[in-house]
């Protein structure tokens, strides 16, 4: 007996290492004491609490008796240049409890798109203080039947610098120069969903990343159960996923995130709460269980962060899937989320993350003396080829 | 000369007009038959099959009576050159309140299939391919809200 003991002690420790810091440990087990940094309970990580009236330009009111209702998107073009995608203004009720800090999740009624949101004010520009830059009016009929813009983008690989905004439930993938002036490209049919097979419409898609190329690979989405790749034109090159939890199959595939040597495609299932990861023409390399982000980024030091929808977590993973960091939990008090739909960063540190069910955007300052370890870097954006700068 | 002018002036007007006629005509009531999919419908009760179906055709527009497109049913057209007919209606939300939505419909054919697009504000969709048969009304409906998206093949028979 003796002699076992040592033994059985060893193979527990064999099997619990195994467990926790396998890529198949589900990501409850892997951001428990063993990660040793942030974990549960770490509401903001590295970051100050965020100021809860940023953006100025949407506190208290975007306009008298209304409310930025859902936030789908926020993108960081630069520490001065942030988009903001918001699906939509709602009515306040005509008597506000006093408390009422400023934002939908307060009233706690989940979907932040209801009853009816207007259609106003959905791509805006702020800069640094949250204040408005632009605000792309002109564009806001594009949303009117539909829950308004679902993300945004700048492709890092774009000198041009043009912005992406996904639509939804429009079906549809825009393209504007930088300035909003002028929509250079819709990808899909406005309002016409196609089924898996169809290489000219979407189901309701969801995110967009790039390679250096050009390339760009497309989560579609909430109705079809694939991601679609396209050359950097916008053609169609091959699309692969079908319905399913097995290697390859997908239910809601919500977030994507592109990068690594040879570049890999990492895409957050999120039905079936877990990240795949294929190569560039969708051979299936690996799974990463327990976790269904909304959304991905690939960082500047080639890590993926993901937005868990089970916890409210923000999570850094090596590209392997091993878990290097996390943070954040689900509520309504600023640094707290709900629902974190987007996450951006800009290169001064600065963490943006949108919420849909929240109702706000809000923006995280890192602490005096963070460890940059554990900061979210967005990639470097190419040089805007013709010079506009704020 | 003239033969061939009076030939192309025949040709313009009876050519149209037997394509127009070639179309089907889905006018008639009709009784839902067969069952309906497991997870149908979507949320808010948006893609419910009507029971029973009063379609009226002309060649400019269809209209479907007592169309089921939500909790209430409703009569709904759909004009047939592609533009759009919008209206307002005090109709159900995906919150379940109640709220003045507006509606959106369109139509074209593909072939000897009736395409119908019905859209409201209250974030619904459907897109129905109707098609007839042997005296067989099938629709092949998908639709969209929040939830998750549905597929259904809808059958009706002619009644009365």
């Keep these: 007996m003796r002699s076992r003991t040592p033994s059985l002690t060893a193979w527990i420790i064999v099997i619990f290492g195994f467990v926790a810091f396998s890529p198949r440990a589900s990501l409850q087990q892997r951001i428990g004491p063993s990660a040793g940094k942030g974990g549960v309970g770490d509401i903001t990580g590295e970051y100050e609490i965020p100021d809860p009236n940023w953006p100025q330009w949407a506190h208290p009111y975007p306009k008298p008796g209304y409310i930025w209702g859902s936030q789908g998107g926020v993108f960081a073009e630069s520490p001065n240049r942030i988009y903001l995608a918001n699906r939509g203004e709602l009515k306040l009720p005509d008597k506000v409890p006093p408390n009422f800090p400023g934002n939908w999740g307060f009233f706690n009624q989940m979907a932040a798109t209801q009853p009816i949101a207007n259609m106003v004010n959905c791509i805006v520009v702020v800069d640094g203080n949250g204040k408005l830059i632009e605000a792309w009016n002109q564009w806001d009929k594009l949303f009117e039947w539909g829950r308004g813009p679902h993300q945004v983008y700048i492709s890092p690989y774009d000198p041009e610098r043009h912005v992406w905004v996904v639509d939804d439930m429009r079906h549809v993938i825009y393209r504007f120069t930088h300035d909003g002036k002028q929509l250079v490209q819709t990808m899909g049919v406005l309002d016409e969903f196609g089924e898996n097979d169809d290489l000219t419409r979407f189901r309701r898609p969801t995110m967009i990343d790039w390679l250096p190329d050009g390339t760009f690979f497309v989560a579609d989405g909430y109705g079809n159960t694939r991601v679609v790749k396209f050359d950097k034109t916008g053609k169609a090159l091959l699309k692969w996923g079908s319905r399913g939890t097995g290697p390859g199959q997908f239910n809601t595939p919500h977030g994507i995130a592109v990068g690594g040597s040879p570049p890999r495609v990492f895409v957050s299932d999120r039905g079936n709460r877990r990240i795949q990861v294929f190569d560039t023409d969708g051979k299936f390399l690996e799974e990463w269980p327990g976790i269904a982000p909304h959304s991905m980024l690939m960082s500047a030091d080639e890590h993926v962060w993901a937005v868990d929808s089970l916890t409210d977590r923000i999570v850094k993973f090596d590209l392997s899937g091993h878990v290097e960091f996390s943070f954040g939990q689900f509520g309504t008090r600023p640094g707290y989320t709900w629902a974190p739909h987007q996450i951006t960063a800009d290169s001064d540190g600065n963490l943006y993350l949108s919420e849909v069910f929240g109702g706000r955007t809000q923006k995280y300052h890192p602490k005096p003396n963070a460890d940059p370890t554990k900061l979210v870097w967005g990639r470097s954006l190419m040089p805007l080829a013709n010079a506009r700068t704020n | 000369?003239?033969?061939?002018?009076?030939?192309?002036?025949?040709?313009?007007?009876?050519?149209?007009?037997?394509?127009?006629?070639?179309?089907?005509?889905?006018?008639?009531?009709?009784?839902?038959?067969?069952?309906?999919?497991?997870?149908?419908?979507?949320?808010?009760?948006?893609?419910?099959?009507?029971?029973?179906?009063?379609?009226?055709?002309?060649?400019?527009?269809?209209?479907?009576?007592?169309?089921?497109?939500?909790?209430?049913?409703?009569?709904?057209?759909?004009?047939?050159?592609?533009?759009?007919?919008?209206?307002?209606?005090?109709?159900?939300?995906?919150?379940?309140?109640?709220?003045?939505?507006?509606?959106?419909?369109?139509?074209?054919?593909?072939?000897?299939?009736?395409?119908?697009?019905?859209?409201?504000?209250?974030?619904?969709?459907?897109?129905?391919?109707?098609?007839?048969?042997?005296?067989?009304?099938?629709?092949?409906?998908?639709?969209?809200?929040?939830?998750?998206?549905?597929?259904?093949?809808?059958?009706y028979a002619k009644g009365s």
């Design chain 2, 1 to 155: 000369m003239k033969r061939i002018t009076l030939l192309l002036v025949a040709l313009t007007l009876v050519v149209p007009a037997a394509l127009a006629q070639s179309k089907p005509d889905f006018s008639g009531t009709w009784k839902l038959s067969g069952t309906m999919p497991a997870n149908y419908p979507g949320s808010a009760g948006w893609g419910v099959p009507s029971p029973t179906l009063v379609v009226k055709q002309s060649p400019t527009e269809v209209t479907i009576q007592a169309g089921q497109y939500g909790p209430t049913p409703m009569t709904v057209v759909y004009k047939l050159d592609g533009t759009d007919t919008i209206w307002e209606a005090s109709s159900a939300t995906q919150s379940g309140a109640t709220a003045m939505v507006k509606w959106r419909t369109k139509a074209r054919w593909d072939g000897n299939k009736l395409i119908l697009f019905t859209w409201n504000t209250a974030l619904n969709q459907m897109r129905d391919v109707m098609t007839v048969s042997n005296g067989a009304l099938t629709i092949q409906r998908g639709t969209e809200q929040p939830g998750p998206s549905t597929n259904a093949t809808l059958t």
